[in-house]
């Protein structure tokens, strides 16, 4: 019996990837870095006297406050409910900062994760719900780092190294 090209191709793939032990920590490290540009760069709109940009070459390194901006955005198209919008954009500015920069490290992945991914659905439920091809990807990669953590390139990992030879 013979076998199809695209299920030989397929199995040949599935061999190659097995003896690379280290795609999942790849895939990991893609996946945090990814997302933590992602919100990073949102959170950079919303304030003014820190601005770090690598693409770009931008960089302010001064005390952050929230801008102007940032409030309107949250009053006149945010219009989240329950929280008053200069509440919303000091909370979204600050989780939009500090949580890329735990995913980024790898540090505290899983929980870093969860609460980009608990934003996502904010944004997608109550501000761009027609955003969901994107939200969508968003979730299932931030999914994937809650469920799998951030891979042997993270701080996760050295902080479980220490702790577990601590505890032996």
């Given at each position: 019996?013979t076998?199809s ?9 599935q061999?190659?990837v ?17 997302m933590?540009?992602?919100?990073w ?11 770090i ?44 900062h ?7 490290l790898?540090?505290?992945?899983r ?58």
């Amino acid at each position: 019996m013979t076998t199809s090209i695209p299920l030989r191709a397929s199995r040949w793939l599935q061999g190659r990837v097995a003896a690379m032990p280290w795609t999942d920590d790849l895939l990991a490290l893609l996946a945090r870095v990814s997302m933590a540009a992602v919100f990073w760069r949102s959170g950079q709109t919303k304030v003014e006297g820190f601005a770090i940009d690598l693409v770009e070459g931008r960089f302010e390194l001064g005390w952050p406050h929230l801008a102007p901006q940032a409030v309107d955005l949250f009053r006149d198209e945010y219009r989240l409910p329950l929280l008053p919008p200069d509440l919303a954009a000091v909370m979204a500015a600050t989780a939009e900062h500090l949580l890329p920069l735990a995913l980024l490290l790898g540090l505290a992945t899983r929980l870093s994760a969860l609460g980009l991914l608990g934003m996502t659905a904010v944004i997608q439920l109550l501000v761009y719900p027609g955003a969901w091809p994107t939200h969508g990807t968003w979730a299932a990669v931030l999914l994937m780092l809650v469920l799998r953590g951030g891979g042997a390139w993270s701080l996760d990992r050295v902080v479980h190294r220490v702790l577990g030879q601590r505890g032996a």
